[in-house]
């Protein structure tokens, strides 16, 4: 078993519409959960972040971690065509200065 | 965020010879920096891991004497691919991070062809 899963998709959905993305790991030490968008040719960009469990929001997006069941999602809301990109979720046990494990990653595509 | 910028984005090489290619942070002091390959449509693969002032730890399978990582500053770090070959050919990424902050922050990315 892969220490994170992620459906690669690809997820296509009209312009509008709530998108759920999803992960779930092995590594019950992991604490720190991120979410990253990566444009095409593009290194990834920082989206979302949560340490432990719980939800965020920021905007559009709503991330939610549930420990228990290690697993993680991120919800966009009314989502658009610039959305269109691939994104990562992350984790890690310690932070800033430890090494990240990847989400295979999942494409997703908003049609206008 | 904090801003990582990579230099060159774009390079191409002929085989055998050998690129560097430039991390910096821009305004975040990296006491770690990480490097990682992307090929087509798939996620990224860590390379190293560099703390400032010290060597560079390699992942399995990844060979330290091709893949020549300094990181000299809190902001800069460089991984040099030597005598490369176009199976090197692919889209290189740093990140930074600090063990001061939960963030890492990625850079554009340089796409590295080998010819």
């Known amino acids: 078993q892969k220490e994170v899963e992620q459906d690669p998709g690809p997820l296509s959905v009209p312009e509008g519409a709530i998108v759920s993305l999803n992960c779930t790991y092995s590594?019950?030490?992991?604490?720190?959960f991120m979410w990253y968008r990566q444009y095409s040719r593009k290194g990834p960009e920082l989206l979302m972040y949560?340490?432990?469990?719980g939800n965020k929001e920021d905007g559009r997006f709503t991330a939610q971690v549930d420990k228990s069941s290690k697993y993680i999602s991120l919800f966009i809301r009314d989502s658009q065509p610039s959305d269109s990109a691939t994104y990562l979720c992350a984790m890690t046990n310690q932070g800033g200065s430890e090494k990240l494990v990847f989400g295979k990653g999942t494409k997703l595509t908003v049609n206008p | 965020g904090a801003v990582v910028s990579q230099h060159p984005s774009w390079v191409i090489c002929k085989s055998g010879t050998s690129v560097k290619i430039e991390c910096r942070s821009l305004?975040?002091?990296?006491?770690?920096m990480f490097w990682y390959r992307q090929f087509p449509k798939q996620s990224l693969m860590l390379m190293a891991t560099s703390n400032e002032g010290s060597k560079a730890t390699y992942e399995q399978g990844v060979e330290k004497d091709k893949f020549l990582i300094n990181h000299a500053s809190l902001t800069l770090s460089t991984l040099t691919v030597t005598s490369a070959h176009p199976e090197d050919s692919s889209f290189y990424i740093c990140?930074?991070?600090?063990?001061?902050?939960?963030?890492?922050?990625f850079g554009p990315g340089t796409r590295l062809t080998v010819t």
């Open positions: 990140s930074a991070g600090s063990r001061y902050s939960y963030e890492q922050y």
């Open positions: 949560t340490y432990s469990s």
């Open positions: 305004d975040f002091q990296a006491t770690t």
């Open positions: 590594n019950s030490a992991f604490q720190y």
